[in-house]
């Protein structure tokens, strides 16, 4: 691998004070905080959501399969690279990778959080303990922050914010507060975002009703349901007409996989092609893959599919990633996966998937 290797989907393990020391004191007596249960081990309270969020698979990377487990582990039994950014480095060192995108963890469930006021003042407080983290070394540490969407107006506002505060792009809501993603009314945040810079992030799990935990048949069922968000989000965005009015907008499906990406762009075309009069959709002077073939990043970890399949869609919008330190991650492994897994690609499809194309699109210099 000639050139370093960037990760496009990594996260931090928010500490437990991230929230309850950066939070609007409205806020403070109802915060994200942690808390200690004698079976389940640490889990994240947040209100209106249950009794608590276990920790196991938040921070599993590097564990076998039969060492998996929803709860049990204690905050300081967990990856300390998920909270301190020095340990960070050498978690990056140890698994070959130069830098990572990192987004939230916590942070992705609080997305459907129904109140949308407390779910503002949560993401400032993320905004601000992720800017003090990637701070360490920005170069190798590119913050994606969060907005709530409770409107157009104050969207464009987090992401100055966020612009400010050396973030790289937005973690958006499955569902914004007000219209559906394709209504004209989000226009002015989509220029906003283009003008800034600043792509927008959709991560499975973060879309109402998205949830492995919710699904017919086996619990193991639910694991294969959770792209069907991100595919919905794409769905609305091409043929809401969202990429005709605004073509130099950028939209990343974090952690989605990509080796179905050929076939939902076939099948869009198809529907389009045949359906569209008595299934209505945006106006598009295009056929609906090559809105995907351009504005749409996909980014994957361990899914060998997706680097068979490169001549099938656009190769400059595959970005790899090993999700650390989620029980998904391809880390500490990820040098002998990919040496597998890349086996047959070309030098400059190997580059772009592993380093250019995430490099371009967040403007890193490593």
């Known amino acids: 691998m000639p050139k370093p290797i960037v ?13 309850v020391d950066r939070i609007d004191s409205k806020y403070k007596d109802t915060a994200p905080h942690m808390v200690r249960d004698a079976k389940m081990g640490d889990l994240f309270v947040i209100k209106d959501m249950g009794n608590g ?17 929803l709860g049990g582990v204690k905050f300081e039994e967990m990856h300390r690279g998920g909270w301190d950014p020095k340990a960070r480095l050498a978690d990056q060192e140890r698994d070959g990778v130069a830098a990572e995108i990192i987004y939230p963890t916590v942070g992705m469930l609080l997305c459907n959080h129904q109140d949308f006021d407390y779910k503002k003042a949560c993401f400032d407080a993320y905004n601000l303990w992720m800017a003090e983290y990637c701070a360490y070394r920005p170069d190798r540490l590119i913050g994606i922050g969060q907005t709530a969407m409770r409107s157009p107006a104050e969207g464009i506002e987090d992401l ?6 050396g973030m790289r792009g937005v973690m958006m809501p499955g569902n914004p507060a007000l219209e559906d993603y394709d ?4 226009d002015p945040f989509y220029e906003a975002a283009v003008d800034l810079e600043m792509p927008l992030s959709f991560h499975i799990l973060t879309s109402k009703n998205d949830s492995m935990f919710q699904t017919r048949g086996p619990r193991l069922n639910g694991f294969l349901a959770i792209i069907r968000g991100c595919q919905d989000i794409i ?17 990343v499906c974090v952690e989605a996989d990509a080796g179905w990406v050929p076939h939902y762009m076939y099948r869009m075309d198809h529907a389009y092609d045949r359906h569209r009069y008595w299934l209505p959709a945006g106006a598009l002077s295009k056929m609906p893959s090559e809105y995907f073939r351009e504005n749409v990043y996909v980014t994957f970890q361990d899914d060998w599919v997706a680097f068979k399949m490169t001549k099938m869609c656009n190769v400059r919008r595959l970005m790899w990633a090993n999700d650390f330190p989620h029980s998904d991650s391809t880390w500490p492994w990820s040098q002998d996966i990919l040496r597998k897994q890349t086996a047959g690609l070309e030098q400059a499809e190997k580059d ?8 371009e699109l967040y403007r890193l210099s490593i």
């Not at 100055?160 to 505060?165: C, F, I, T, Y």
């Not at 209504?183 to 989000?186: F, G, K, L, Q």
């Not at 091409?238 to 907008?249: S, T």
């Not at 772009?352 to 490099?359: G, K, P, Q, R, V």
């Open 235 to 251: 769905g609305t965005f091409i043929l809401g007409g969202v990429f005709e009015r605004h073509p130099k907008l950028k939209v």
């Open 183 to 186: 209504s004209a009314i989000y």
């Open 53 to 69: 969020i276990p920790m196991g698979l938040l921070a599993a990377a590097g564990k076998s399969a039969s060492e998996l487990a």
């Open 352 to 359: 772009f998937i592993l380093h250019d194309n995430a490099a």
């Open 7 to 19: 990760s496009a989907d990594s996260h931090i393990t928010e500490p437990p004070n991230t929230y």
């Open 160 to 165: 100055r914010k966020m612009k400010e505060l």
